[in-house]
């Protein structure tokens, strides 16, 4: 099969997470047939698996997942989302775009160079979950784990995230912001509201703590990421009632941290507002991201390099911008790691779709970034 028919496969399981419901199977028959040792990795419900074929260095992984969001109500979408349809000149189905035409290129473009290149200078590899839309604690992050410990590293490393913005190749991630909450409970004196001298609110003695945490510069970003944002989501307090002071306020926020801070920083600065305030206050965190960053480098030059030989006229830029990606576990084993596939337009939507037009330059952007990497010299 094709890029476009591997994909129309894929998109065909109703995989939602954790449910690979049988696409690894398809992947691993087509690398098995390339000679390619797979090791399949089970954790909790979450398949995963690992697939290497060559002993040497360089190291290049492609990696990804299988799994997809719920398709949201049926009845809204044109076609059936696990029916892959052709309209428009358009592939539609969930995971046509995340990230299931990816997971296609990197087994034909594997196979392209493979057939031009049959003993490359070095390893390719695989490391594909089914864990990656939902909580991803028993998929990719646990397979680094198992290949930290036996010391088994990667140098480069290409996940098929969704990045691109306008056209193919216009953007590549080159590393993502680290993601910190706090549940912060601040904790006063309940009471009737016409006698606030026997009460405390906890609202106005944490006011003034969150105004200053509000404006605070937490740093200033680099040449990569933007500066660190510390932003609330939620606060409640009350009991509902307009006349009873509350007891407790508890407030939910998040930080988006750069490379310039870290976890570490960041809980410290906060107590130290909050202690300098003088609250009487819980603090619960929550740690679901670290950042990581790839700077310019053989990587990012060789998947940029291939894009501009595919796509003619198409510079690619650079970006951290957006959530958290499996990119995040990869880099605790990997030197270089970036992320690059289709656009990102429909990506979680009714109608998820990709152009037909984009997948075989998809393709072939991946088999040239081998050949820059791992081709003869």
Known sequence: MNTLELAKALIARRSMTPDDAGCQDILISRLEKMGFRIERMRFGQVDNFWARKGAASPVICFAG????????PVEKWESDPFSPEIREGGLFGRGAADMKTSLAAFIT?????LEKN???EGSIALLVTSDE?????????KVVDALRERGELLDYCIVGEPTCVSVLGDTIKNGRRGSLSGTL?????QGHIAYPHLAKNPIHLAS??????????????????????WQISNIHGGTG?????????????????STASSMESLKFRVHEVLDRHGLDYDLEWSYSGKPYLTPRGRLVDAISEAIASVKKGVKPELSTSGG????????????????????NATIHKIDECISIEDIEPLRLIYERTLENLLGSR
Do not use: Q
């Open 208 to 229: 003034p703590a969150i105004a200053e945490l509000a404006d605070m510069v937490w740093d200033e970003g680099n040449d990569y990421f933007p500066p660190t944002t």
């Open 185 to 189: 409970t601040v904790k006063g004196i």
């Open 324 to 343: 958290t990606s499996d990119g995040r576990f990869i880099a605790d084993i990997c030197k270089e790691v970036v992320e690059f596939g289709p656009l």
């Open 133 to 141: 839309e939902g909580v991803a604690l028993d998929g990719t992050a």
């Open 241 to 257: 009632a307009t006349n009873v002071i509350p007891g407790t306020v508890e407030i939910l926020f998040n930080f988006r941290f």
């Open 118 to 120: 049959p003993n490359p």
């Open 109 to 113: 473009a594997i196979e392209a160079f």
């Open 65 to 72: 997942h299988t799994d997809v969001v719920p398709s949201g």
